[in-house]
Nanobody, 123 residues
């Protein structure tokens, strides 16, 4: 069972990136999902989470209005659209599957972590 994040890269401030998280080995269509990030020298932090059917979504204040999470259960994939990127968004981004059907917001609620993808925003 694996979660793999794709789509990271280097982008200039103000630019956009779209991350994808593909689940393989089993379906996570009944699980809430989330995105977290860890910047150099900092602890991992919550970015956004989505419920199993997309009906419930939470965002960290730092990304509200700029980032959008979505999911396609038929493709076992969760997306993170990141617009108006800032240098402080630079981090390794991780997707995660929650233990329940609600948005995965807290680390203690995470059932499985995916491999991260690096996002670097230059000023």
């Amino acid at each position: 069972v694996q979660l793999q994040a794709f789509g990271g890269g280097l982008v200039q401030a103000g630019g956009s990136l779209r991350l994808s998280c593909l689940a393989s080995g089993r379906t996570f269509s009944n699980n809430g999902m989330g995105w977290f990030r860890q910047a150099p020298g900092k602890e991992r932090e919550f970015v956004t989470g989505i419920s199993w059917n997309g009906g419930g979504i939470h965002y960290a204040d730092a990304v509200k209005g700029r980032f959008t999470i979505s999911r396609d259960n038929a493709r076992n994939t969760v997306y993170l659209q990141m617009n108006s990127l800032r240098p402080e968004d630079t981090a390794v981004y991780y997707c995660a599957a929650g233990r329940g059907s609600y948005p995965a917001v807290h680390e203690y609620d995470i059932d499985r972590w995916g491999k991260g993808t690096q996002v670097t925003v230059s000023s």
